[in-house]
């Protein structure tokens, strides 16, 4: 298995663009995870999905911020207009509900925001 | 709401030495999940070991085991014969068995091997 896949690896862009960042769940899984992890709050859970369907989107900083999962391979995660305090490690994980219910992480997208 | 602690900002240990890396946490809950998650410099997340609130029996991986006493809300992870490999920041991580799936962290104990 591939794993969990993210892209891009990096990104760096300007305040006020809009960034968009991906990932693809393991293949089976049917809970997808966003977290951000940063110096002055750590890990923390932005949102998640069961079947395609946001659960719980109470950790999403602001309107700036919004995911997407149309489908069970694909999500997304999006910032408009992006702010320098958005600098991050943006981590995507997935896990099974019939397992474990372990989440498997992706490598992350490391995000600043100049 | 339930909280994560670990006390040790920083460990380090001889290489082939035993260490013991400390975690408590907060809830009312009867029924949840706990976790350690390994971050190399790579920041690569990877699951270590996983222990059932419900299970007496504390989990072991190899040269990881954990100390799981429910009563005290202690998760205690020992790494055994440690390597230069095991060098990282490790997260103690909560789930509750009851509806959200989401993981509550600690802030992450950095654990230095010493060669």
């Known amino acids: 298995d591939a794993g969990v896949i993210q892209s891009p690896r990096h990104e760096v862009t300007e305040m006020g663009q809009e960034v968009t960042l991906r990932c693809k769940p393991i293949s089976g899984h049917d809970y997808l995870f966003w977290y951000r992890q940063t110096m002055m709050r750590g890990l923390e859970l932005l949102i998640y999905f069961n079947n395609n369907v946001p659960i719980d989107d109470s950790g999403m900083p602001e309107d700036r911020f919004s995911a997407k999962m149309p489908n069970a391979s694909f999500s997304t995660l999006k910032i408009q207009p992006s702010e320098p305090r958005d600098s991050a490690v943006y981590f995507c994980?997935?896990?099974?509900?019939?397992?474990?219910?372990?989440?498997?992480f992706g490598p992350g997208t490391r995000l600043t925001v100049t | 709401a339930q909280t994560v602690t670990q006390s040790q900002p920083e460990m380090s240990v001889q290489e082939a030495e035993t260490v013991t890396l400390s975690c408590t946490y907060d809830t009312s809950e009867s029924d949840y999940y706990l976790f350690w998650y390994k971050q190399p410099p790579s920041r690569q997340m990877i699951l270590v070991i996983r222990?059932?609130?419900?299970?007496?029996q504390n989990a072991t991986e190899n040269r990881f085991s954990v100390n799981f006493q429910k009563a005290a809300k202690s998760f205690s992870l020992k790494i055994s014969d440690s390597q230069l490999g095991d060098a990282a920041m490790y997260f103690c991580a909560y789930r509750t068995n009851f509806g959200n799936e989401k993981l509550t962290f600690g802030t992450g104990t950095r654990l230095t091997i010493i060669p």
């Open positions: 222990q059932e609130a419900y299970k007496q």
């Open positions: 994980a997935s896990s099974s509900g019939t397992g474990g219910y372990e989440q498997y």
